[in-house]
């Protein structure tokens, strides 16, 4: 099996040129962070951890910490005098192209993060993109695969055509 696995949506749409170094910098990683054959253990910030030095030497801002100056948010909705009233956490975000990244792992492959990931990216100002990073499969108490799930879930949106995404386009990425 190919590493990490990935898929771009729409299906209909060549893949832009940055998706190679994203899938790249995952596949540089695959020792530490791979769900293919081991249980690493690691939370989506430790994932997260690991892929940015490769993601910041591609022009990404990347998530540093939990303390809120290390964190990255983007604004959504704009109050009095132009300040940012809305503004939502990300971990990663390219300025230039306006790729946003999400990282799950553990709980939040298990509990439907990507369906939040979708919606709540999909209200950030300047996303023309999202990257949606899943672990091939969770393991705990019982077995998640989450890019699976996650991968149906986007081939069901674009192919009903009922809701229309604000992105370009959406990279799935399986780890």
Do not use: C
């Not at 099996?1 to 790249?24: D, H, T």
């Amino acid at each position: 099996m190919p590493y990490p696995l990935w898929n771009y949506y729409p299906r209909n749409v060549r893949p832009p040129a940055w998706v190679n170094g994203l899938v790249a910098t995952v596949a540089e990683m695959s020792g530490t962070i791979s769900t293919v054959d081991q249980r690493t253990g690691l939370s989506s910030d430790d994932v997260l951890r690991e892929l940015a030095p490769g993601l910041t030497s591609r022009g990404y801002v990347v998530e540093s910490g939990k303390s809120k100056a290390a964190k990255i948010f983007r604004p959504v909705l704009f109050g009095d005098n132009g300040m940012p009233e809305v503004s939502y956490e990300i971990d990663a975000f390219h300025d230039d192209l306006g790729i946003a990244v999400e990282v799950e792992a553990g709980r939040g492959a298990a509990n439907n993060a990507d369906y939040r990931d979708i919606v709540r990216t999909s209200l950030i100002l300047d996303a023309n993109y999202l990257a949606l990073l899943m672990p091939i499969t969770y393991r705990s108490t019982t077995s998640v695969p989450a890019f699976s799930r996650a991968r149906q879930q986007l081939e069901a949106i674009y192919a009903s055509n009922r809701l229309k995404l604000p992105f370009s386009g959406v990279l799935l990425v399986g780890y």
